[in-house]
């Protein structure tokens, strides 16, 4: 079917400048569209701006440049966002309210604090006793969250002198409370290092010649981010870490933070399974991780080269720090921009050539395959790249995508019934498409977009959405572009058009088309009072068939390259009508463009 048109919501803060749109889903009643544009981000729901305590527009400052929004990459969690670039730290994007949020940078240390006032003294000497050797003994403490179950830093050593190995011999190890802690971890200092001799929920604990076990020993703090060449360009959530890779020092590094502790990077000697893990891809070239995403079947990974499959292996369901298989999937490469998930399929987009390609696990293959989707429209995609993409799956599962010369084309993607198929979109007033995201609202995936228009001579940025396609009455038919609204009282004379001063406009005022008018002081003029009134810029939807092969006809042989005589048209249609045919494209004023009947008996 033909698209919906597409509904003004407002235009961004800085019209002359470059603007991101980035999605915020909490779940399917709350979400949000942030502007970023040049060091501000501001904040659209339901297609309005969200406004701050005491009127005006809610804004957040951030650190990024209007030039390096194309290469934000972000993941969400809840109420937190992760925002990643390879010029920046690492930034977290927090919510507590409509307008209230947080741009803060994550240190990535333990967020549970090591306890204080450590000490160790000797409870039960054993000197003066037969066979006493005094020993030196050495003792570390660590606080374990309530909340989450993470382990701090080790706190600084105490130590004292006795001999445990006599009966009798008791050393206490103490320290003062940290607040949220629900038990307090003691190591103690055995054979070169530090081993686990006991936990408790107490302020302090006895060593009565406890055996250290070295095996299970403290935290060791961790920043793999700090400082410029240290910032990741990619992000993902996998298996309950998050994980960050590729800085421009370390292209080719994959960092996973401990299991359930987002900003703890910190590991153990030996390590835990639910330590941090880093690890590296060795290939024939170093090329930089593009992307990442958590799998059916592992962390997916795709390089500027290949793509890579990060799982446990036969020995483990989960990645840890011991076990780690990195599996070659092809050698295609990947753009910058970001993949897309359409249920358990990834489409990426290629490294060079245009191409989009899907990509999912076959279980008779026993490997990650996909297939070129472009190859039947490369017409759509010669010398162009693909600058941005969302993927709406309902109602028509359908992914919006943003070519680098400001086009847009869209792909119907359904692959369970082996369906694809691309349609280029055209607006008016010199839209230059620049970006495109999707949020749910009221049911249905809602594709955003950034739309650079030429407005009165002036090149103006707005943010336009895909008004919905379901309606039940011809009145409530969304088929203009920019385009706003009326409902009330019948009126002849609608104002509050001035994103649209100085255009050409159509109207669709009652059910009735309205042609030839002109914004003028922001307002058009009716010739007839209606009640609901959309009015915007005009676009059409034109098909084009392919060239009609009957194959091989008697006495004539193939009718390709022969004129052909055509008589008659019969078309099946939905909800349609102003149906114009003729030989090729004219436009609806050709001199043999040719006006379908419609049924007299119905609105279409």
Same mark, same amino acid.
């Given at each position: ?25 909490? #779940? ?8 970023f544009g040049e060091h501000t981000l501001r ?26 929004? *194309?290469?934000?990459?972000? /993941? ?42 450590? %000490? /160790? ?8 006793? %037969?066979?006493?050797? !005094? ?47 629900? &038990?307090? !971890? ?14 408790? +929920?107490?302020?302090?604990? *006895?060593?009565?010649?406890? +055996? ?17 060449? #240290? ?36 590991? /153990? ?20 991780? $593009? ?53 358990? +399929? ?5 490294? =060079? ?15 990650? !395959?996909? &297939? ?17 993409? /969302? ?15 400001? =086009? ?6 359904? &692959? ?6 691309? %349609? ?20 249905? *995936? ?9 407005? *009165? ?54 059910? #009735? !088309? ?6 003028? #002081? ?52 939905e909800k349609t009508r102003g149906i114009f045919?003729?030989? $090729? ?14 049924? =007299?008996?119905?609105?279409?």
């Amino acid at each position: 079917n033909n698209r919906a048109g597409l509904e003004f919501v407002g235009e961004v803060k800085a019209s002359g400048q470059r603007t991101r749109l980035i999605p915020f889903q909490f #779940n399917e009643c709350q979400s949000y569209v942030i502007e970023f544009g040049e060091h501000t981000l501001r904040f659209w729901r339901n297609g309005g701006l969200i406004l701050a305590v005491g009127g005006g527009v809610y804004e957040l400052v951030s650190p990024y440049a209007s030039a390096d929004l *194309d290469e934000l990459v972000f /993941a969400q969690e809840a109420d937190v966002m992760y925002i990643v670039h390879p010029k920046y730290p690492v930034k977290k994007l927090s919510r507590f309210a409509d307008n209230t949020w947080t741009l803060t940078e994550p240190s990535f240390p333990p967020a549970m604090t090591a306890p204080g006032g450590v %000490t /160790a003294t000797v409870k039960s000497s054993t000197s003066g006793e %037969t066979g006493y050797k !005094v020993h030196t003994y050495r003792y570390k403490v660590a606080a374990v969250s309530a909340a989450t179950g993470e382990e701090s830093l080790p706190s600084g050593e105490a130590a004292c002198d006795n001999d445990l190995s006599i009966d009798g011999g008791i050393n206490r190890v103490g320290w003062t409370a940290v607040p949220g802690a629900s &038990k307090y !971890v003691v190591y103690k200092f055995s054979n070169g290092s530090f081993g686990y001799i006991g936990s408790t +929920t107490d302020l302090y604990l *006895d060593d009565e010649n406890i +055996t250290a076990d070295t095996a299970d020993g403290p935290q060791i703090g961790r920043n793999p981010f700090d400082g410029p060449g #240290n910032y990741p360009r990619a992000v993902t959530f996998i298996q309950q870490r998050l994980a960050l890779a590729s800085t421009d020092n370390e292209p080719q590094a994959v960092y996973l933070s401990q299991t359930a502790n987002y900003e703890n990077f910190g590991y /153990a000697s030996p390590a835990k399974d639910s330590d941090a893990i880093t690890f590296r891809m060795r290939a024939r070239q170093v090329n930089i991780v $593009r992307s990442m995403l958590a799998a059916r079947y592992g962390l997916l990974l795709l390089t500027s080269s290949a793509e890579w499959v990060v799982t446990g292996g036969s020995a483990s369901d989960a990645i840890t720090p011991s076990a780690i298989v990195i599996a070659n999937q092809g050698y295609r490469g990947a753009a910058p921009v970001q993949p897309i998930n359409v249920g358990e +399929t990834v489409l990426f987009a290629q490294r =060079s050539g245009g191409v989009i390609r899907d990509f999912s696990y076959s279980y008779g293959d026993d490997a990650w !395959v996909g &297939k070129d989707l472009t190859i039947m429209s490369r017409h759509l995609f010669e010398n162009r790249s693909i600058k941005a993409w /969302a993927y709406a799956q309902a109602p028509s599962s359908i992914v919006w995508v943003v070519l680098d010369d400001g =086009s847009l084309v869209s792909l119907t993607y359904m &692959k369970e019934h082996e369906v694809w198929a691309w %349609t280029r979109h055209e607006s008016g007033a010199g839209a230059v498409f620049e970006d495109v995201t999707c949020i749910a609202e009221g049911g249905e *995936d809602v594709p955003y977009f950034v739309v650079k228009r030429t407005i *009165d001579g002036v090149a103006k940025r707005y943010i336009e959405r895909l008004h919905s396609r379901a309606f039940d009455r011809v009145e409530d038919a969304f088929f203009v572009d920019c385009g706003l609204t009326y409902s009330g009282p019948p009126v002849t004379r609608l104002i509050g058009l001035m994103h649209l001063e100085g255009c050409e406009v159509v109207a669709l005022a009652d059910g #009735n !088309v309205v042609r030839g008018l002109t914004v003028e #002081n922001g307002a058009v003029s009716l010739p007839v009072a209606a009640a609901k009134v959309h009015v915007g810029l005009p676009y059409a939807a034109v098909l084009q068939t392919l060239d009609l092969d009957l194959g091989m006809v008697a006495d004539i042989g193939s009718v390709q390259g022969r004129f052909k005589s055509v008589s008659r048209v019969v078309l099946r249609v939905e909800k349609t009508r102003g149906i114009f045919i003729g030989p $090729r494209d004219e436009g609806r004023d050709g001199e043999r463009i040719v006006e379908f009947k419609q049924r =007299s008996t119905e609105a279409w």
